[in-house]
């Protein structure tokens, strides 16, 4: 009940296309659903987070989906760019419990 | 320091040998993770400190794992008879609690630990 699922496991998307990224949750007391970005030989950043209280929320090209009822978000990267090429991982939190992540998803974006 | 300090980067030791991974939290920050990712896979969760709380040691996957945290701050990861096997990039992040709830976790550069 703690696992958050992510899919796709990769993705290459043309430059300028939509990417987008699922995760799934069982726990209904998750109250934080944040997505983060990492490039390699980095360390994961915060891209984008959401509370269960907005269903969308966006910021520049980024965009998170979020359906409370089907215990499902998503993220949607808009006119994806080569930059854009790293891994993502969701993930989601309760009051002061730990994170639970998702597996990551590699996205490529061809020039 | 403005972020999450970790040390050392890179480490190579023999196998058998024990090693200690230094993780050095934003200021303030009472949450203090620590994560294990082996090449091109996701983040592994071996620990999570919060506040004055015992820690969740769930994701240690053996006993020869331990970590501290000293003074609410510094915490040390130390990997006992190290193993080909804990070949891996070790996560330190840190986060505030805002309003009874976790915020923005925010990881180090990790510490690379190679064992031959």
């Known amino acids: 009940q703690q696992q958050v699922k992510q899919s796709p496991q990769s993705l290459i998307v043309q430059k300028g296309g939509i990417s987008i990224i699922n995760c799934a949750y069982e726990?209904?007391?998750?109250?934080?659903f944040p997505w983060y970005q990492q490039f390699p030989g980095k360390g994961p950043a915060l891209l984008i987070a959401i509370r269960p209280d907005v269903s969308e929320k966006k910021e520049g090209r980024f965009t998170i989906s979020f359906n409370k009822s089907a215990k499902q978000f998503s993220l949607h990267i808009m006119d994806s760019q080569p930059g854009d090429s790293a891994t993502y991982f969701c993930a989601a939190s309760k009051g002061t419990y730990k994170y639970i992540f998702g597996t990551g998803t590699r996205l490529k974006v061809l020039a | 320091g403005a972020g999450v300090s970790q040390s050392p980067s890179n480490k190579v030791t023999e196998k058998g040998k024990d090693v200690e991974l230094r993780c050095d939290p934003i200021?303030?920050?009472?949450?203090l993770y620590w994560y294990r990712q082996s090449l091109g896979q996701g983040l592994e969760f071996l620990i999570y400190f919060q506040g004055n709380s015992a820690p969740d040691k769930s994701g240690l996957p053996s006993d020869r794992f331990s970590a501290e945290r000293t003074g609410g701050s510094v915490s040390t990861l130390t990997i006992q008879r190290t193993q080909q096997e804990d070949s891996a990039v070790y996560l330190c992040?840190?986060?505030?609690?805002?309003?009874?709830?976790?915020?923005?976790?925010?990881f180090g550069q990790g510490t690379r630990l190679t064992v031959v």
């Open positions: 726990n209904t007391a998750f109250d934080y």
């Open positions: 200021s303030g920050h009472t949450a």
């Open positions: 992040a840190s986060s505030l609690v805002s309003q009874g709830r976790n915020t923005e976790a925010f």
